[in-house]
């Protein structure tokens, strides 16, 4: 059993930076991933890691921007959150399972969203 607590949302202007982060406790996992939903849209994977080799993946749309790393020690996924947009405002999620990919279908635990609001 995975349990993932999302942390770090709130509300920032654009061109503002946040950091969220995703405590996970268990190990049946392989791969940590962050989602995001705004309203009216579907759930959109942002990026993913394999902590224990550091590899990476993100989407086109937050590329060059978001940062995913993690913190093994403490069991923990960081996602740095740079040079936000009114469109990155959204629930973020984090999640973890053992396949690779940013299908919200390849994810098993969820943790439950923190809120990220961009103001123009």
């Known amino acids: 059993e995975v349990q993932l607590q999302a942390s770090g949302g709130g509300l920032v202007q654009a061109g503002g930076s946040l950091t969220l982060t995703c405590e996970a406790s268990g190990s049946a996992y392989d791969v940590i991933a962050w989602f995001r939903q705004a309203p009216g849209k579907e759930r959109e994977g942002m990026a993913c890691?394999?902590?224990?080799?550091?590899?990476?993946e993100y989407a086109r749309s937050v590329k060059g921007r978001f940062t995913i790393s993690s913190d093994n020690a403490e069991k923990r996924v960081l996602l740095q959150m740079n040079s936000l947009k009114p469109e990155d405002t959204a629930v973020y999620y984090c999640?973890?399972?053992?396949?690779w990919g940013l299908g919200d279908v390849l994810y098993d635990y969820w943790g439950q969203g923190t809120q990220v609001t961009v103001s123009s």
């Open positions: 890691i394999n902590p224990t080799d550091g590899s990476t």
């Open positions: 999640a973890a399972g053992i396949h």
